[in-house]
């Protein structure tokens, strides 16, 4: 199967219960009644207003990704159109996934054991990668892979830490992120207190080390100023 990723900007004046009401309720099911195989929304709703601690780029800021899963990538044009019937304007890539850790692979959760439809505990941040023009792609992987997802997963409280590589844009004009990083926390709090973010427990002079470590894996292959992080409410509705 191809997994593609849409990132999603939704109307002006546009809420978000209305949005999540929208895509649940009406974009969800047209989606599995035209053939998604899998399909995961990401919505940045009530239960997801938050903000992260990690860098924020000054923007606009997507309000939802749409992750689905198609025996054919190039039949994909059906989906995009119940995207932008229901009013959102999207931006597709092609990506090869990568689940570092999954439900219950660490201390932090265990296994997914709520079904399909139901929203998944705690909170998902969303981060949006370009690749800096000094690095070559192979490179880029390599130093994200190899370096800042071991050094991530020691420190921090994840629950689910899924990598995806941009293959191909698959829509016009689409911004030319190169990664899409999908990180579940336990709760809001894991996400919005340093101490719990960067695993440092009550201890300043640990949250210090932590915060330099993490500082020089991340700007080993990313430029700051280029991130952007979205928090949003997980629903799995077709696993």
């Keep these: 199967m191809d997994k593609l990723i ?16 929208i895509l649940l309720n009406e974009v969800a099911p047209k989606l599995l009644a035209v053939g998604a195989r899998k399909l995961t929304m990401y919505i940045d709703d009530p239960d997801s207003n938050v903000r992260s601690p990690a860098p924020f780029h000054i ?3 997507i309000c939802g990704e749409v992750a689905l899963w198609l025996d054919d990538a190039g039949k994909r044009a ?11 304007r999207v931006a597709g890539y092609l990506v090869d996934e990568s ?3 999954e439900y219950g692979g660490n201390r932090h959760s265990g296994p997914r054991d709520w079904p399909d439809g139901q929203r998944s505990p705690g909170v998902v941040t969303i981060t ?12 880029w992987v390599r130093r994200w892979h190899g370096r800042q997802s071991p050094v ?8 689910r830490y899924i990598r995806n590589v941009v293959m191909e844009a698959v829509t016009p004009d689409a911004p030319p992120f190169e990664g899409i990083v999908e990180e579940a926390w ?4 894991h996400v919005t207190n340093p101490f719990l973010f960067y695993g440092a427990g009550k ?4 949250l210090v080390l932590n915060l330099v470590r993490m500082l020089r894996s991340v700007t080993s292959f990313l430029d700051l100023r280029r991130i952007r992080t979205t928090t949003a409410s997980e629903y799995i509705l077709k696993s």
Excluded at 14 to 20: L, P, T, Y
Excluded at 78 to 88: I, K, M, N, S, T
Excluded at 128 to 134: A, D, F, G, H, S
Excluded at 203 to 206: G, I, M, V, W
Aim: without cysteine.
């Design 128 to 139: 949006l990668m370009e690749r800096p023009q000094k690095l070559s792609r192979e490179e």
């Design 152 to 159: 991530s997963e020691a420190m921090q409280p994840r629950t």
């Design 78 to 88: 059906p989906f995009e159109q119940v995207l932008r019937d229901a009013g959102f």
């Design 203 to 206: 201890n300043p002079f640990k």
């Design 59 to 61: 923007g606009e800021r």
């Design 6 to 21: 849409y990132l999603l900007w939704g109307p002006e004046g546009q809420d978000k219960q209305q949005r999540r009401d």
């Design 186 to 189: 336990p709760s809001a709090r």
């Design 99 to 101: 689940i570092y850790t």
